[in-house]
């Protein structure tokens, strides 16, 4: 009797199951959405509590859309975004198909060497470089000097240190340079998932009919890659839209000299807790959150057209 | 089977006991402890609260005290969240100088010139800029001054006598300020200064009227057009054009580098900076620095820390809390004890006559540098504040850079650090 008291229904089954999911999710995911978008129309002095909130209208709309530095940060983080996601696909792609080719008892040490620096912290990526890029003790200037002193090739080499991180000119390509190395090898990991779908027999027969390397890899691999290379740049987009731990630790969380490291989510962040603008804040993270979504679905069209002429065809 | 039913009830047993175990297991520290004051904190305020916790107990025995412990970033970024939703508030909030005027502005922090804490009549006890940077436009004091950090100019003996240059000719004016790191830098290759907003830094500060503050007037009006700036900038733009500054921001990798290999003459900063030198930054160099007042008199603070307390916490903690505020930063004892251990310079003026501010450094070749920290002290004005600031400090440090690097005409740089501030002046 007693047992038949404890037993769930089987109707409630389910719901009691999801319910830790279900209130963690409306505790850390959905809450704080739902009280940013509040935010995005109040005017809020943190340290005087709650109780200070003042609607405002769209006024941090208004002001977000007209701040050059918003703009400015937006502007960085597009060019960080190209500048690493580009290079981590074009590379990954051919990379992932020599893996899968040539490496066959090795595979899976070549892909943990590329994915290590996916699973390391950020944190000790960000130290790690900032003092290999210091520019009077780092390694890579250390080496650029040792270069610049060989004969004949020595003078295409900088003759001075190089100011990486203070200089703005610099200070991008290496952000950018981080995160490709980082999220280089999580892309190979994708493709080589996908080109082990792709069924050895097209290869064969491509073969036989006599098609070269090249024209299997443009002809086959490729259009057989096509979905995860939607998946792959969507992620890139994504996350490119979002960056913020590299330059934050590299640049001590200011973003750097002219700002030229603050990328859009360290601006926002910064808005909110070192210029102590909650609102205008919570403004600028959901016209982000608009921008990100129209390009992911131009990102979707772009490729899903491609693939419906396809399957017209 | 048998034992399954059994097991099924000790199960419940431990069930229906639980939540009185758990009250219990709740209940029953504070049972035995009483008061316990939370002081939330960051590095090495942390480590001053917890030396001075043997001599509160002979005083007060049943009030236990518990440190959070933070780093300092961290630390405001929390005391704001706890202001702003009234939740998990220290008793005792310490605060960094640069955080002070935005939390006092809030409102979230109980005013001690209020009756039941009687600031004004221990107000006389403090250094009276320190005071002054805790006291809002109504006359409100939202927090007692524990330390400060009266700003001097530390420098190399050795590079300085290699050069042909005098103590006089480093701090007389700006002027020979930078032409004496032009003979350094001659003679030895070191630079003058690691950054050269250092010295914007100081400038900016030279010539603030009363009620102003250093980017904006009492009606937020954007003041980064006025002659101090154009003077920070000038100079900036004159030490870079000589390359004399080393590029490098405070505590970085390059910044600590130069200490320790004498690629460096100079540095502006607070009284606090020797013992860094001596404790981890550059112990090699011991006896080869000296201290003296910054060019031209120009009076600052670097740091300080504020002891506050919150306004949502219970009325009898506030009492308490209040007393171990006046324990910490009015009992002469302890606030030597901080200068000693942690070089944090006293904000109670009773302690400087104490023999410790005579007795020589050996770090700084025998010097008696307490008396010149004492001595600028005494000269500092605080300037206001504004909720502005931090963003205005940010926008000026990046048209500076613009004109340094790029080569931006200053009037231009600041006709456009005014058109973003003014932006921002009244948000």
């Known amino acids: 009797m007693k047992s038949t008291r404890l037993r769930i229904p089987m109707r409630a089954a389910p719901y009691v199951f999801l319910l830790p999911f279900l209130g963690l999710f409306f505790i850390f995911g959905l809450f704080p959405m739902l009280f940013s978008l509040f935010l995005s129309f109040q005017s809020w002095e943190p340290t005087a509590g709650l109780g200070s909130m003042q609607y405002v209208g769209w006024s941090n709309f208004t002001f977000a859309m007209s701040d050059e530095w918003f703009w400015k940060s937006f502007k960085n983080t597009l060019w960080l975004t190209l500048a690493s996601g580009i290079p981590q696909h074009l590379l990954a792609i051919p990379l992932a198909c020599f893996i899968h080719t040539a490496f066959v008892r090795l595979r899976n040490l ?29 390694l890579i200037n250390q080496g650029l000097q040792q270069l610049a002193k060989l004969p004949l090739i020595g003078a295409i080499f900088p003759q001075q240190n190089i100011d990486w991180i203070n200089n703005p000119d610099h200070l991008k390509p290496v952000i950018a340079m981080i995160v490709f190395w980082r999220y280089v090898g999580f892309n190979i990991v994708l493709y080589l998932a996908a080109l082990q779908t792709i069924p050895e027999d097209i290869y064969e027969a491509a073969t036989m009919d006599g098609a070269s390397r090249l024209q299997q890899f443009f002809h086959i691999t490729l259009p057989s890659l096509r979905p995860m290379i939607y998946f792959g740049v969507t992620l890139t987009l994504i996350g490119g839209l979002q960056l913020f731990e590299e330059p934050f630790i590299l640049t001590n969380g200011n973003g750097g000299s002219d700002q030229a490291g603050m990328t859009s989510a360290i601006y926002l962040y910064r808005m909110a807790f070192d210029f102590n603008d909650f609102g205008a804040a919570s403004a600028m993270s959901w016209i982000l959150f608009v921008i990100i979504a129209a390009l992911t679905y131009l990102t979707n069209r772009a490729f899903r057209e491609r693939s419906n002429v396809k399957e017209a065809d | ?54 001599e509160w107990k002979k005083i007060h025995p049943d009030v236990e005290i518990k440190v959070v412990s933070r780093q300092i970033v961290d630390h405001h970024s929390a005391m704001t969240t706890a202001l702003s939703t009234s939740s998990h508030l220290p008793d005792v909030m310490t605060l960094e100088v640069g955080y002070l005027g935005r939390f006092a502005q809030g409102g979230g922090l109980e005013d001690l010139g209020a009756p039941q804490y009687g600031m004004h009549n221990y107000q006389a006890l403090y250094v009276p800029y320190a005071i002054a940077q805790a006291t809002s436009k109504n006359g409100a004091i939202s927090a007692a001054p524990s330390d400060i950090g009266p700003g001097t100019l530390l420098y190399r003996t050795d590079l300085l006598a290699r050069s042909g240059v005098t103590e006089a000719e480093l701090n007389a004016s ?67 054009q000589y390359k004399l500054d080393a590029r490098s921001t405070q505590w970085s990798t390059e910044w600590s580098e130069s200490f320790k290999r004498g690629t460096l003459a100079t540095q502006m900063s607070g009284a606090w900076l020797a013992g860094h030198l001596e404790n981890w930054l550059a112990p090699n160099t011991a006896g080869l620095w000296r201290a003296t007042q910054l060019p031209e008199h120009g009076w600052a603070g670097f740091g300080g820390t504020f002891f506050a307390i919150p306004k949502g916490i219970p009325a009898q903690q506030k009492q308490l809390a209040w007393e171990l505020i006046k324990f910490l930063t009015q009992n002469p004892k302890m606030q030597l004890a901080a200068f000693k251990d942690q070089n944090a310079f006293p904000a109670l003026l009773s302690t400087y006559n104490d023999p410790f501010f005579d007795q020589p450094i050996a770090f700084l070749g025998g010097q008696q540098a307490r008396l010149i920290w004492r001595e600028a002290a005494g000269h500092i004005q605080a300037v206001a504040v504004h909720k502005q600031d931090k963003f205005a400090e940010e926008v000026v440090n990046t048209e500076l850079d613009k004109v340094l690097d790029q080569g931006k005409d200053i009037n231009a740089a600041l006709d456009d650090a005014y058109r973003l501030l003014e932006k921002r002046a009244l948000r």
């Not at chain 1, 290590?116 to 950020?122: A, E, K, L, N």
């Not at chain 2, 048998?2 to 419940?12: E, K, N």
């Not at chain 2, 006025?226 to 920070?232: C, D, G, H, I, M």
């Open chain 1, 110 to 138: 070549a892909v943990g060497v590329y994915f290590v620096p996916y699973i390391t912290s950020t944190v000790a990526i960000a130290i790690m470089f900032g003092s290999l890029f210091s520019t009077d003790y780092g």
């Open chain 2, 1 to 54: 089977m048998q034992g399954t039913i059994q097991w099924r009830r000790a199960l419940c047993r431990v069930a229906q006991q639980l939540p009185c175990i758990l009250l219990a297991a709740l209940l029953s520290p504070a049972a035995h402890a009483g008061p316990t004051l939370t002081v939330a904190a960051f590095p090495a305020v942390d480590e001053i609260v917890r030396a001075a916790m043997p």
């Open chain 2, 174 to 240: 700006w002027d020979s300020f930078v032409d004496a790191g032009i003979k350094i830098k001659q003679a030895t290759g070191a630079y003058l200064v690691s950054h050269v907003q250092d010295i914007k830094e100081i400038v900016i500060r030279t010539g603030v009227r009363p009620g102003e503050g250093l980017y904006f007037d009492a009606q937020s009006h954007v003041l980064v057009k006025s002659p101090r700036f154009v003077r920070a900038f000038q100079l900036a733009k004159k030490v870079r």
